[in-house]
């Protein structure tokens, strides 16, 4: 009966302490996990508190930027209401005499032309020339080699 006794106390105390080793590495866990959750809270508040302050830079700076932009625009306004208000509008009728108008054309008659290529230059002449009697102001035609 000792020895059974001496038995069942030596099981209780295993069992004890497994029991105790249990309830340590439970806590142990319950620790890690807790100091690791209040590190993800502390890094996940850290990371929004800089997100806001870029944020509010960013704000700030695009304020400023649109201040900047609007002082500029109404001196801009202020500056073309002043010059337009010292413009002045007058109504003159000009009524003048066209006196000679001088048209020197050129004469090709000491080049050797072939018959062709004289009625080219002269077409060429009288489409692309200025005055009334012009063309329409249209590219000059390519020039045709001579056959």
Known sequence: MWLTLV???GAHWIVL???AAVVLLGGLAWGVWAI???GYETGKAEVQARWDAAVRNADRRARAEERLVQ???DAIGARLSADLSRLRIEHKTINRRIVDEVHSVPVYGE???TERV???LNE???ATGPGAAAGSGAAMPAIAADR
């Open 7 to 9: 038995r069942w106390i």
């Open 17 to 19: 302490a497994a029991a």
């Open 36 to 38: 690791r959750n209040d």
């Open 71 to 73: 002082h500029a625009v």
């Open 111 to 113: 080049c050797r032309l």
């Open 118 to 120: 004289w009625r080219g």
């Open 124 to 126: 060429l002449r009288a």
